[in-house]
């Protein structure tokens, strides 16, 4: 009896350890990396599981091996396809982000003492997403069209009508996006750029976006949130407009500290708004520093709220993307942030430039083109006195 009893509970044992073997997926994708002048350093490669949250798949020690790095990942992605994040301990994490589906070998080079210049080969997911970032990119002339009508320029009705016309352009670029593209993240990233009455969508049309990534837990969430948008408009109040004051907030800093929006009443300020989950805020990190290490000194601080409802991601976050120097703070309630939803922001990345009476003078400013607005107001600041 006692034998049939411990033959039983072999077999089981057996067939559970046969069952976890074959339950292991097996690689299915891969990346290889060519690092050049890179210093003795760790280097850790993340991977979305599910969008937004990262976790760390594998890291390598750097700058052991002389001049150059190679090093190759097997990795397996699940459903349509993984975004990546390329972490590097000494070096502040930059704005290329590799997207891989399945079967996808990617192969990508940088030189870290020239990080933006990233080249790479393998993975269609990642070139559709980069042509449609400098697409969209390009597409953001309207920003200065928009500077100079807020100026008073003679030629309004001139700007007005390219604005206008650029808008119109942007829409049948998103649109036409939407509904050809195969990477999740493009469609996402789309989406995002379309809600607010930006576009709408026919419940047939959100359907059929809903078949075509239903594989994709990130993009339907996109959906959902521009479908709940569109019916419920009230949820689409106009954010604070220029000219108008921001109705002052107190958030703890990274050591505590309560800080008031109220105290920096005198400089010009940049208060944005973002999380250590999303992926368009940290690609937006080296245009921020590069406006904060060029204006810093100039009566301009860079106001950084984060979302985040974990203080060690936010952290990390704030390390990795080189950005202490800014006044960094945190409303660790999340999408439900009283400070965000008073300024009525459904998405982020999302900022505010105020004078220094703390008056509104743009919002939603990136990349160049924020850079360059705040060298303009500088100049002019500079010139009047």
């Known amino acids: 009896m006692t034998k049939s009893i411990l033959l039983c509970v072999a077999c089981c044992i057996l067939l559970t350890v046969c069952k976890a073997q074959t339950s292991i997926t097996k690689p299915n994708a891969g990346i290889t990396l060519i690092i050049k002048n890179a210093p003795r350093q760790m280097f850790f490669l993340m991977s979305s599981n599910p969008y937004p949250k990262f976790v760390v798949i594998d890291s390598a020690m750097l700058g052991t091996k002389g001049g150059i790095d190679t090093m190759h990942f097997d990795l ?183 800080v008031s929006l109220d105290q920096f009443k005198g400089k010009y300020v940049l208060v944005d708004f973002w999380a250590s989950w999303c992926v368009p805020c940290r690609m937006q990190s080296p245009y921020l520093k590069k406006v904060s290490d060029m204006y810093g000194k100039n009566n301009f601080v860079i106001l950084s709220v984060s979302i985040d409802e974990n203080h060690d991601d936010w952290k990390k976050a704030i390390i990795q993307d080189g950005t202490k120097a800014f006044v960094n703070l945190i409303d660790d309630r999340g999408r439900k942030s009283p400070v965000k939803n008073q300024y009525n922001i459904n998405s982020i990345p999302s900022n505010f430039l105020l004078d220094p009476a703390g008056k509104v003078i743009d919002k939603d400013l990136k990349g160049e083109k924020l850079v360059a607005r705040v060298a303009e107001i500088i100049q002019n600041t500079q010139i009047k006195n």
Request: glycine share 6%; charged share 25%.
């Open 76 to 258: 397996t992605v699940e459903g349509r396809e993984s975004i990546l994040r390329l972490v590097f301990s000494k070096h502040e994490s930059r704005r290329f982000v590799p997207i891989l589906a399945p079967g996808e070998h990617l192969e990508i080079t940088v030189d870290l003492d020239h990080p933006d210049d990233v080249s790479f080969t393998g993975s269609a997911r990642t070139r559709e997403f980069y042509d449609f970032w400098k697409q969209r990119m390009n597409m953001d002339v309207a920003t200065k069209y928009k500077i100079a009508l807020n100026a008073g320029s003679p030629d309004s009705i001139i700007l007005k009508q390219r604005i206008d016309s650029i808008n119109n352009l942007t829409g049948l670029f998103i649109r036409k996006t939407i509904f050809n593209t195969e990477c999740g993240f493009v469609a996402m990233f789309s989406l995002m750029d379309s809600q607010n009455g930006v576009l709408t969508y026919t419940k047939k049309e959100l359907n059929q976006l809903r078949g075509k990534f239903k594989d994709d837990s990130a993009t339907l969430k996109q959906i959902d949130l521009n479908e709940n948008l569109q019916d419920h408009p009230r949820n689409t109040k106009p954010k604070p407009a220029n000219g108008t004051y921001l109705t002052a907030f107190t958030l703890p800093d990274m050591n505590g500290k309560k």
